[in-house]
């Protein structure tokens, strides 16, 4: 069994809650699935989980390398520099990360509200791209928008290999056949 979520803002990729944070269980009540790959709280998606141990490994298994696509609203405005940098691969504090791909997208007009709202202010403008990584370090696209002079505001994961979000409702899940 396969199952895909949107994974809200404020949830945890695990089933019990901790500290402010929600946890799986209280949108997904199914015995004996797994999470699949992770995606912190404060970021919003696709998150995928799974009753099949040999499929979770090669979802989330770093050595299987399976691209991830991310939507981030960054702080700023994405040019032809930052986008550079990003396709080449940046020096983290862990080490470089391997070669992205990065465009620069419209505003997005099909999203969903995130609750709470992104912190706005009024003398910097934001702007959205589009990030293709196939690692998956602790919070590495955050680090790699701020290591471009981008911080992330709003992080939303798209895709994940073959499998997306398409027009998943927040919050909602639906198993999909593997």
């Known amino acids: 069994m396969l199952i895909r979520f949107n994974k809200p803002y404020g949830v945890l990729s695990q089933f019990t809650p901790e500290g402010r944070w929600r946890g799986l269980k209280d949108h997904i009540d199914l015995p004996g699935v797994y ?9 919003e998606g696709l998150l995928l989980l799974t009753d099949d141990g040999t499929l979770q490994a090669r979802i989330a ?7 991830k696509t991310y939507l981030v609203q960054v702080e700023g405005v994405v040019n032809d520099q930052a986008l550079t940098d990003l396709c080449r691969g940046v020096t983290l504090n862990d080490g470089p ?9 419209p505003v997005p007009t099909d999203l969903w509200p995130r609750h709470p709202p992104i912190r706005e202010r009024q003398s910097i403008p934001t702007s959205w791209l589009e990030l293709v990584i196939r690692e ?17 505001l709003r992080l939303i994961r798209t895709a994940v290999g073959p499998y997306n979000l398409a ?6 899940w639906q198993e999909i056949p593997v």
């Open 35 to 43: 999470v699949a790959g992770r995606l912190d709280a404060d970021s």
């Open 136 to 152: 998956g370090r602790n919070r590495q696209v955050r680090r790699m928008t701020a290591a471009v002079g981008l911080p992330t």
């Open 97 to 105: 990360t391997l070669p992205a791909r990065a465009r620069a997208v």
């Open 167 to 172: 027009d998943l409702a927040p919050g909602t």
């Open 61 to 67: 298994d770093p050595r299987f390398k399976m691209e």
